[in-house]
């Protein structure tokens, strides 16, 4: 692929010599029999072209004949990182960043950038800039709970009341409760059921912020991210009216990846790729060839789902794109399948039994079940069966008000205790692909979420090793009575362990328990790794690693 790349450019650049860092492979391919709708990357829909495709303008051949209209673009600025919000006049409202095209450093100088708001009519643009709110980067909008309209920028904010401003800098603040700090450069923020923020870092790992203003407290040691050589940043977190959705970008092997999840902090990886270079395409089939493609951000329906995806593309490597070249980069708005509204009729616990699974399609504006659904095309059941052509086939269909529900063959449906939702695959009558998940039956809608601070150790007055341990709930629901299991391990061997009960906690509370035992194996000036570990016995525990802890 690397070479096939390489070819490709000195072609359309000819006498360039490319940095190695500028390419890279994808380590994971489509797997075998995925079929179409099985990967994120299968939802992206040609961009709508404004009139006809135009050749003039910045550029180099590979992004031409194109639509300039699409996103944001103007041979006077270097745009990039882009975030969506739909505003409460009815427009849609960019906040991005952007740097004068002149700039000495070309694309690199990208750390001077100044972040602005931009507004449509329509999520695709063409977007025109209203205002600068001043220097940043990264920029990500949401509205905090209290109305607060939040962007993000590195190392801070701009806040506002208004959409429209004016706008004040405020730093946010960020609580590792106690784990080694992580890079804060690529933030992402999402709006929980309670009006609370969940956000991910650059490297992975989950935070929560009781208001998404108040300092937004680490829950996660390790990164959530796919267990693969990827060269990860740039994540973007939503949750729609059925589950978390979680994409991160692979910078080096220039695609990304797509992950589910029911509580935002335990994550599902789905196959396939969430994009990659060959996404933007028009409605005939022609492509845009950017060679990069990054920071990708969401826009969001009134039901929380996807409609759009918005990408940072450049037209050649970035160490190529000069000031006052041909090269530049835009933001681009590319239109996504929507998931439908589905709900599931069976009162039971779905299982490997279940006989019969009815699944009801709900009607909305431009869209009626009823006519448009192909019913023998539908396959439903556990994601990664249905994913790849299996699950549970149509019995039959029936009218329910405007709505359709479909009787599924309950055989192979494949849900498993591990599973909060189900997927409906399938197409429209005019071959479209169709989609949906459902929440399960039995499944309850809040979730608890009790997480370790790493432990506290101290030497008491007898000699003997003083051990405790927080615990706090940053769930929705009051969690219930627990077991707490520190494990002290040096060269991965355990030498070490305690164990104690932990009460049940309310949403946002804590509960701080001693853990008994001597520790007499423990030297003082040790150095020992830690595992903290809630339901040491369950099919699922939670686990902290603390890596490096001097015994006092």
């Not at 009134?302 to 000031?323: F, M, Q, V």
Request: proline residues 7%; contains cysteine.
């Amino acid at each position: 692929m690397k070479r096939g790349i390489a070819i490709l450019c000195a072609l359309v650049f000819p006498c360039t010599v490319f940095a190695e860092a500028d390419f890279g492979a994808s380590p994971y391919q489509r797997p075998a029999g995925l079929v179409t709708g099985g990967s994120f990357i299968d939802l992206i829909r040609p961009i709508p072209v404004c009139g006809k495709l135009e050749r003039e303008g910045w550029g180099g051949d590979n992004v031409k004949p194109r639509e300039m209209h699409n996103g944001i673009e103007d041979a006077k600025w270097s745009y990039w990182c882009i975030s969506i919000i739909h505003g409460p006049d009815g427009k849609e409202h960019l906040f991005g960043a952007r740097w004068p095209e002149s700039s000495s450093k070309g694309h690199m100088a990208w750390p001077r950038s100044q972040a602005y708001h931009a507004v449509s009519d329509s999520p695709t643009g063409p977007f025109v800039v209203t205002e600068e709110l001043g220097p940043g980067h990264n920029t990500v909008v949401y509205q905090a709970k209290d109305g607060t309209y939040v962007v993000y920028v590195i190392d801070g904010s701009y806040q506002s009341k208004s959409i429209n401003g004016p706008w004040t800098k405020v730093k946010l603040e960020f609580d590792n409760r106690g784990m080694v700090p992580v890079n804060m450069s690529n933030l992402t923020f999402t709006r929980r059921e309670d009006g609370s923020f969940l956000m991910v870092s650059r490297t992975g790992q989950v935070w929560i912020s009781e208001d998404g203003l108040k300092p937004y407290r680490r829950i996660s040691g390790e990164s959530v991210y796919p267990k693969i050589n990827g060269r990860f940043e740039d994540p973007v977190v939503w949750r729609d009216n059925s589950q978390y959705n979680l994409i991160v970008n692979d910078w080096f092997g220039r695609t990304a990846y797509y992950l589910r999840s029911k509580d935002g902090l335990h994550w599902t990886w789905d196959p396939g790729k969430s994009y990659d270079p060959d996404v933007v395409r028009h409605p005939d089939g022609t492509k845009e060839g950017w060679v990069k493609l990054e920071r990708p951000q969401v826009r969001q329906d009134e039901l929380g789902r996807a409609t759009h995806l918005y990408l940072a593309a450049i037209d050649c490597p970035k160490n190529l794109d000069k000031g006052g070249d041909n090269h530049s980069s835009k933001s681009l708005a590319l239109p996504l399948t929507v998931n439908r509204r589905l709900a599931i009729l069976n009162e039971a616990a779905i299982t490997a039994d279940t006989k019969e699974i009815r699944v009801e399609i709900q009607a909305e504006d431009s869209f009626n079940p009823q006519t448009d659904v192909d019913v023998q095309s539908l396959t439903f059941g556990a994601a990664e069966r249905v994913n790849f052509g299996k699950g549970c086939k149509a019995l039959k269909s029936e009218k329910s008000g405007r709505n359709l529900v479909m009787t599924f063959n309950g055989t192979g449906n494949g849900l498993t205790d591990d599973d909060f939702a189900a997927k409906l695959l399938g197409k429209t009558t005019t071959g479209e692909l169709l989609i949906g998940y459902a929440r399960l039956p039995g499944q309850p809608l809040l979730d608890p979420l009790p997480v370790a601070r790493p432990p506290l150790l101290s030497r008491k007055g007898d000699g003997t090793l003083g051990l405790a341990v927080t615990i706090e709930n940053f769930g929705l629901a009051k969690s219930a009575p627990a077991q707490v299991k520190v494990v002290f391990k040096e060269k991965r061997r355990a030498v070490y362990a305690a164990t104690a009960a932990v009460p049940g906690i309310d949403p946002y509370g804590a509960a701080t328990v001693e853990l008994p035992g001597k520790g007499e194996s423990l030297k003082a000036g040790d150095t020992c790794d830690i595992e903290v570990i809630i339901n040491p016995d369950s099919r699922r525990p939670e686990i902290l690693p603390v890596k490096g802890v001097k015994i006092p």
